[in-house]
């Protein structure tokens, strides 16, 4: 069965510093993979997908996400945090070509100090 | 606006006492689904759907039923609601399976 792991539930950083948050996936073959953010009293807004080609894949807000096959890592950075950035981030993994079916880590709260 | 529509979104009910949750989007999306949010537990997938009148079990199916009569249209139903079943409800719709979900606003549920 897809699992999707975020081994970090809580992230502090200073305003301006790098971030990467990381996602482990487990499935036998190459499956569609996302990230999520979800502000406070928000749903989730698609961040950035990688789905087949270039393994770094850009997204909205200044993200990045590189996926890694030999890993199974599909790991979310931003060079630089800014204050509205503070939020939950989720990563979560589809099966290619098939049933819909998104299975979602259980996130990462991530805290921005000023 | 291109949007997930969810209604109620904030709901209190006791146990036991049949209630709807609407959701309809305007992309002309093919899938929709269902997921629930619970502290410590993520978002779990609760019902989701192919296309009109196809629909499929996801993770957590027990105690809610949908229905997909109409392409936009995706609601779920908790015949009989249990205090178990608070929680915070996401309706969510993708045009293909690799281009990703839009999600509505959420539904936030308490069942007393």
């Known amino acids: 069965a897809q699992s999707v792991t975020q081994p970090d539930i809580h992230i502090t950083v200073s305003e301006g510093a790098s971030l990467e948050l990381r996602c482990n996936y487990s499935?036998?073959?190459?499956?569609?993979l996302f990230w999520y953010v979800q502000s406070p009293g928000q749903g989730l807004q698609l961040l950035l997908k990688?789905?087949?080609?270039?393994?770094l894949v850009q997204g909205i807000k200044g993200f990045e996400a590189e996926f890694k096959r030999s890993q199974s890592s599909f790991n979310l950075r931003k060079p630089s945090v800014h204050w509205s950035d503070a939020a939950e981030y989720f990563c979560?993994?589809?099966?290619?070509?098939?049933?819909?079916?998104?299975?979602f880590g259980k996130g990462t709260k991530l805290t921005v100090n000023p | 606006e291109a949007q997930v529509t969810q209604n109620p979104r904030y709901l209190i009910t006791v146990t036991g006492k049949k209630l709807t949750v609407t959701c309809s989007q305007n992309?002309?999306?093919?899938?929709m689904s269902w997921y629930r949010q619970d502290p410590g537990l993520g978002l779990r997938q609760i019902y989701y759907?192919?296309?009109?009148?196809?629909?499929d079990k996801g993770d957590v199916p027990e105690g809610y039923k949908v229905s997909r009569k109409e392409k936009r249209n995706f609601p779920l139903i908790l015949e009989s609601p249990s205090p178990n079943q608070t929680s915070l409800y996401f309706c969510?719709?993708?045009?293909?399976?690799?281009?990703?979900?839009?999600f509505g606003s959420g539904t936030r549920l308490t069942v007393v």
């Open positions: 979560a993994v589809e099966r290619a070509g098939g049933s819909e079916k998104l299975v």
């Open positions: 992309m002309n999306h093919e899938y």
């Open positions: 759907s192919m296309n009109v009148e196809v629909t």
């Open positions: 969510a719709s993708s045009l293909s399976g690799y281009s990703g979900y839009t």
């Open positions: 990688y789905f087949s080609g270039d393994t």
């Open positions: 499935y036998g073959a190459t499956p569609y």
